[in-house]
């Protein structure tokens, strides 16, 4: 339980920094077309993942694994994963059902929450859970 709770004050974090790279890169970019949103998604998908990968390592999951690229690679690949989702939902969202960007992307970091954290505990296992 307490595992669960570290990832959600973690992911707390993680989505404000997604939210607001976002809306930084939305700003700079514009979401006008189909590309520029999808780059201020991916922009802010990137810098989520590198700030998601060290605070779950460390603090979320405490692997000592020793094999940190290893880890690394296989996180970067569940949240392609996940980024593929996160694509998707807002190309339905905004471009499809004119949701406004920015709720459009609320509601895609609750579901990409879930799937990240489920990914997260395949890819940090222990020898011992909590």
């Known amino acids: 339980m307490r595992k669960l709770i570290r990832y959600i004050i973690c992911g707390l974090f993680t989505t404000l920094a997604s939210l607001k790279s976002y809306a930084t890169a939305a700003v700079v970019l514009g979401t006008d077309s189909t590309f520029r949103l999808q780059a201020c998604n991916v922009i802010s998908w990137a810098l989520a993942v590198i700030l998601a990968f060290f605070v779950s390592r460390t603090w979320v999951f405490r692997s000592k694994n020793e094999h940190i690229w290893k880890e690394f690679f296989a996180f970067t690949n569940c ?36 799937l990240n ?11 011992s859970d909590e």
């Open 79 to 114: 949240r392609i994963l996940t980024l593929l989702c996160d694509m998707a939902i807002m190309q339905v969202l905004v471009i499809g059902f004119h949701v406004h960007d920015l709720a459009a992307k609320l509601v895609v970091q609750v579901v990409v929450t879930v």
């Open 117 to 127: 954290y489920v990914f997260g505990k395949l890819v940090f296992r222990r020898s």
